[in-house]
């Protein structure tokens, strides 16, 4: 049965309250028709990142606002963040950080250029979120998308599926559109899932990969 508002709101505050990367007394929740609103201020932008994961978590949740900010510690001018954002990129060994810009605005840090995998995109991102001063990211790096068939790029993430998950990948919905992969299915492990999707995002010709896998143990 499909969960109340107020049923996926006391699950989002349990979550936040479970996962020790976050503060849940300083995060404000409400929900509308399954739309999840979180307010408040946090120390940096993992945390916003954490908080809104947690929500997303949460079955029947459709959608999550996020309005958290990070609030200002220290004085750190845009040219120091850019200075740390480029070391960042420069000491992460999975990062081909020579095809990756960066702009810093008032701690918002806009990342542009072109990798070869998904996977490389977000590591560029997550190897920034957590410095000091950074107050949020933009992602617009793109992916090079070399000519392959959608059958091909299916057929090579269900490979790898089979390879790192403990399924055969034909439990699974796969649907690929100009470098675009849709997973869906359900699975028993939050571990489960997350090897299927590094499996999608680590596949040549994955431009993005959508989620809509389910756990149910």
Do not use: C
Request: aromatic share 4%; proline share 3%.
């Amino acid at each position: 049965m499909k969960k109340s508002d107020t049923e996926i709101k006391q699950a989002v505050v349990q979550e936040l309250k479970w996962d020790t990367r976050v503060d849940e007394n300083k995060i404000g929740v409400s929900v509308d028709r399954g739309v999840v609103t979180l307010v408040g201020t946090m120390d940096n932008y993992a945390q916003v990142l954490s908080a809104e994961k947690a929500a997303h978590r949460i079955a029947d949740v459709l959608d999550v606002a996020n309005e958290l900010v990070v609030r200002a510690a220290g004085v750190r001018t845009d040219a120091d963040i850019a200075a740390s954002v480029r070391h960042a990129l420069e000491s992460h060994v999975l990062v081909p950080e020579r095809w990756i810009r960066s702009t810093v605005s008032d701690g918002w840090v806009e990342l542009e250029g072109e990798v070869d995998y998904f996977s490389e995109k977000e590591d560029a991102e997550e190897a920034i979120q957590y410095l000091p001063g950074v107050r949020g990211v933009t992602n617009e790096i793109q992916i090079r998308v070399p000519k392959v068939l959608p059958h091909d790029v299916r057929k090579s993430i269900e490979e790898a599926i089979v390879r790192h998950a403990h399924r055969e990948a034909m439990h699974l919905n796969i649907d690929v559109h100009d470098g675009r992969v849709t997973v869906a299915g359900v699975v028993p492990t939050l571990a489960e899932k997350k090897a299927i999707l590094g499996a999608a995002r680590q596949t040549p010709g994955v431009r993005f990969v959508e989620d809509l896998i389910r756990i149910a143990p």
